[in-house]
């Protein structure tokens, strides 16, 4: 039986604070507006190597699209 390793339970979501609102960002660098779906995305990536589009498909940052501090969805 395998041990786990510190490294395997290392959770990366961080919080940042973008355009006022608070937002939780993954490793991969997609930012949430809900911890619980940073957290799922965190997970899917690091136990399947990629990131799964109905999960990121509720992403309201991406450092990578063009615009990139804009949050895509209105606040709650």
Not at 24 to 46: F, M, T
């Amino acid at each position: 039986m395998r041990t786990p390793t510190y490294l395997q339970w290392y959770v990366l979501v961080r919080e940042e604070k973008r355009d006022g609102r608070t937002i939780y960002v993954c490793d991969c660098g997609l930012g949430y507006d809900d911890i619980l779906i940073a957290y799922a995305c965190e997970e899917y990536k690091r136990e399947s190597g990629v990131n799964s589009e109905d999960i990121m498909k509720h992403a309201i940052y991406n450092p990578k699209s063009e615009t990139r501090t804009k949050l895509t969805r209105s606040a709650s």
